[in-house]
């Protein structure tokens, strides 16, 4: 091979190698970064406190280029679990209906979000069913995922908060899931009184960052 010839063809073999390592580097930096978000919201109240933080969390995370897929528990049929053990906590629950919604999108999300108010110290039931149904799921989703909790609640003693973020801690342990923040709204009561605070802007900044 002439020395003309061999300079062509090694530049040509190196832009390839070039092409391919960057393109490869650049899937690789995506694929890290776009992550698929799963919103479990738990209010009845559409423009609630808490409804309101999961749409600022959502809107900045769809900013930052993730997928966010959501799941307004207290408008859904999410029967509560009957303990009939038929699933034996990773197959078919008897149950036809619309936590198979959550069945298809919570397995592969790499974030699941936690939107609740505070009812009685607990979060709310709408979302407690839709939770107590991941039994049916167990094995799928006990695999490492990123987690959030958005909760509001109207007194403002932040002891009255802690049980909520010790469930919600005991979960993310038990399913080898990661805190990925938390936002704590107190002091907050009435539809909307969420908006005359900074916590819309944390919500969606969080989202923004995640
Ligand atoms: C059934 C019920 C129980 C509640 N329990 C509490 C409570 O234990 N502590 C508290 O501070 N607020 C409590 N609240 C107030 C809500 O947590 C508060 O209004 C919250 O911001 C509502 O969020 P949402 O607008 O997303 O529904 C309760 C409200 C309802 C309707």
Redo the contacts with the bound molecule.
């Keep these: 091979m002439k020395r003309r010839e061999f300079i062509k063809n090694t530049s040509i073999v190196l832009s390839a190698l070039m092409f391919t390592g960057c393109k490869n580097n650049f899937v690789f930096d995506k694929g890290e970064k776009k992550m698929k978000i799963f919103i479990l919201t738990g ?1 009845p ?1 559409k423009n ?4 309101t933080l999961a749409d600022y969390f959502s809107k900045g995370a769809t900013e930052a280029g993730h997928n966010v897929v959501r799941f307004d528990s207290a408008f859904k049929n999410v029967h509560p679990c009957s303990a009939c053990n038929k699933c034996n906590m990773d197959g078919k629950c008897v149950y036809k209906d619309d936590f198979q919604f959550v069945k298809e999108n919570i397995i592969d999300a790499d974030c699941v979000v936690f939107a609740t ?5 607990g979060i709310s039931a709408q979302l407690k069913a839709v939770i107590d149904r991941f039994y049916s799921i167990n094995g799928k989703i006990s695999t490492p995922k990123k987690a959030v909790l958005l909760m ?4 403002t003693a932040k002891i ?1 908060a802690e049980p909520i973020i010790l469930h919600y801690k005991t979960l993310l342990n038990y399913l080898n899931w990661e805190d990925s923040g938390q936002i704590i709204a107190s002091g ?2 009435s ?1 909307g009184s969420i908006n005359n605070t900074e916590y819309p802007k944390k919500a969606y900044e969080l989202g923004k960052n995640i």
Excluded: K, Q
């Excluded at 609630?48 to 409804?51: L, M, P, Q, R, T």
């Excluded at 108010?117 to 110290?121: G, K, T």
């Excluded at 509001?152 to 007194?155: I, L």
């Design positions: 209010s109240r609630g406190n808490s409804n108010p505070m009812y009685y110290f509001t609640y109207a007194d009255e907050v009561w539809m």
